[in-house]
């Protein structure tokens, strides 16, 4: 059975910027699509990044396009999530996620799920 675990989150004043982690073990995750969701309070959770198992074609919503990246090192079995001008509206618990199937991971159907991290921005 395959691990995640994300690390990176905090408390950031707008503007700010995080980077979050998502470190993969127990299975190899070099041919799986991987990606980020969130979930603010009393919301239902919401697609953020991912990414092809081979690091291309990264898909963004309208909401953090141009804001978030998304990249992967297969070698570290590791994706991240470099967040730049963050916002009050960001404020959510990040999800990492992964799934052979690249469709089904935007979908939020994912095979794989993490425990989340928190990430705050302050206004």
């Known amino acids: 059975q395959g691990e995640l675990v994300e690390s990176g989150g905090g408390l950031v004043q707008a503007g700010g910027s995080l980077r979050l982690s998502c470190a993969a073990s127990?299975?190899?995750?070099?041919?799986?699509?991987m990606g980020w969701f969130r979930q603010a309070p009393g919301k239902e959770r919401e697609f953020v990044a991912a990414?092809?198992?081979?690091?291309?074609?990264?898909y963004y919503p309208d909401s953090v396009k141009g804001r978030f990246t998304i990249s992967r090192d297969t070698a570290k079995n590791t994706v991240y999530l470099q967040m730049n001008n963050l916002q009050f509206e960001d404020t959510a618990v990040y999800y990492c996620?992964?799934?052979?199937?690249?469709?089904?991971?935007?979908?939020?159907?994912?095979?794989?799920w993490g425990q989340g991290t928190q990430v705050t921005v302050s206004s």
């Open positions: 127990g299975r190899t995750f070099s041919t799986y699509a």
């Open positions: 990414v092809t198992w081979s690091g291309g074609s990264p």
């Open positions: 996620t992964a799934d052979q199937s690249f469709p089904k991971l935007r979908l939020g159907h994912s095979d794989y």
